[in-house]
């Protein structure tokens, strides 16, 4: 009877771990954000995702705010996390790591449909909220230079003379516009075809052919 009573309530029933319960929270604001944006969201419609009770929220968050602020920085740790091991796993030549960026770029943990979603919301609402900006800034600007660092080493293999953070500043903003292209319009190009725009960039500032690679079978 008391479980019936917490659902009735709207508490959801199994573990109540504090940080699984913010997670859960954080979750539901990106398929939250994914249905109607940034502006559109509401607490109702993120309780409604995560399948919790609007006074939770308080619990846990001392506002919407807090909580969009949470979910976008812990996608911003995942992209961090997931181009740092593809790049670890790719070996010591910067080309290859170069590459493995592109592809860690387009496929999951940071390449999703919600996902993309939200960092299109993200880079497009960042103009009028410090906090999602500091966000937004934090995570590209040490991702350019690290981006810069490997092309500079690249380039130095390849024996050729090119401004690396133009090229740093080039490749993250195509892959962020090929983002906002997809979410857009995802009928209009695929997945693998714009991995293969970033390998072509890259191939044609360094002078080097590389095999593109394909994507697993049910890839966006």
């Known amino acids: 009877m008391a479980n019936v009573a917490r659902k009735e309530r709207g508490r959801p029933l199994g573990p109540t771990d504090p940080e ?12 939250s954000i994914a249905q109607c944006g940034f502006e559109d969201l509401t607490v109702a419609t993120i309780c409604e ?8 929220i308080a619990h846990y968050f001392p506002g ?35 590459h493995a960026v592109v592809d860690a770029s387009f496929k999951p943990p940071i390449f999703t ?50 401004n690396a953070d133009r090229v740093a500043l080039t490749l993250t903003q195509l892959v962020e516009g090929l983002w906002s292209g997809w979410a857009a319009d995802p009928d209009s ?12 960039l890259l191939n044609a500032y360094l002078g080097k052919y590389r095999q593109q690679p ?6 966006l």
Do not use: M
């Open 189 to 200: 190009f695929s997945v693998c075809e714009a991995a293969a725009a970033c390998h072509d």
């Open 49 to 56: 995702a995560a399948g919790f009770s609007r006074g939770l």
């Open 113 to 162: 449909a919600e996902k993309v979603l939200v960092w299109v919301a993200l880079a497009s609402t960042s103009r009028w909220s410090p906090s999602r900006a500091g966000v937004y800034r934090n995570l590209y600007r040490p991702y350019r230079r690290s981006l810069s660092r490997l092309i500079r080493r690249a380039a130095t293999e390849c024996r050729v003379e090119i």
């Open 64 to 98: 919407k705010d807090a909580l969009l602020l949470r979910a976008v920085q812990e996608l911003a740790k995942e992209f961090e996390r997931a181009s740092r091991a593809a790049v670890a796993a790719a070996g010591p030549n910067p080309f290859d790591r170069l």
């Open 214 to 219: 394909s994507l697993p079978p049910g890839a």
């Open 20 to 31: 699984a319960r913010r997670q859960d929270f954080v979750d539901a604001v990106v398929r």
